[in-house]
């Protein structure tokens, strides 16, 4: 599993690098999160500047892409030159949006007018894009999830890995990442979040 960690200026470190070092606890089975940006650096909403490991084109070849959220998210959706190079297809491929995120996923017509996630400061906007949010920190439908509030990162990390891996391996994936003494507890948490997109994706056509 190759995946796409999209990441712009702006970007909010933990949607960014939560979720894409979860998705590295798979790493020994041939699973990569690579930060995925349009430029070769790109500086956080607190200041903090990164090299990408990967270009924007890299998206359109991944298996997976995660849409990270950040503080300048609404000028790239109306950046129509660079949403141009975002080919996404949910036939092949899965694709989560965390947060501001879910705005990027409308202007590419890639939430319709199923129920969405995002954060509280983005709403407004995502609701002007014509999306039906709601007030939830994960939902999905078929390939395409969206997640709201930058602690759901491990919510889109966690049906990732479901989706493409197995339960047991995202099972596994946030017991490593969850506090010591509350394993446990983050572990049913989160499978119990994400097990009715599970059930769907498994039902019959």
């Excluded at 041939?30 to 903090?48: F, K, Q, R, Y």
């Excluded at 890299?58 to 995660?66: P, R, T, W």
Aim: one cysteine or more.
């Amino acid at each position: 599993m190759q995946i796409a960690v999209l990441t712009f200026d702006g970007f909010n470190e933990l949607d960014s690098f939560i979720a894409s070092t979860i998705l590295n606890r798979l790493r020994p089975l041939g699973w990569n999160a690579w930060i995925t940006s349009p430029t070769e650096e790109v500086t956080s909403m607190n200041g903090v500047t990164i090299r990408r490991q990967r270009p924007l084109e890299f998206a359109e070849e991944a298996d997976a892409v995660l849409i990270g959220s950040g503080v300048r998210t609404r000028d790239v959706a109306r950046d129509d030159a660079l949403l141009a190079r975002l080919r996404l297809d949910p036939e092949r491929q899965l694709i989560g949006a965390q947060c501001s995120g879910t705005l990027l996923l409308a202007k590419l017509g890639l939430t319709g007018d199923l129920p969405a996630c995002t954060d509280l400061t983005t709403k407004p906007w995502v609701i002007e894009a014509g999306v039906n949010v709601i007030d939830a920190p994960f939902v999905a439908h078929g390939n395409v999830a969206t997640a709201g509030g930058c602690l759901a990162s491990h919510y889109l990390a966690a049906w990732m890995i479901a989706r493409g891996g197995s339960v047991e391996q995202a099972r596994e994936a946030i017991h490593y990442v969850a506090p010591v003494g509350e394993k446990d507890m983050y572990v049913e948490r989160a499978m119990a979040v994400i097990a009715p997109s599970l059930a769907e994706a498994a039902a019959p056509a």
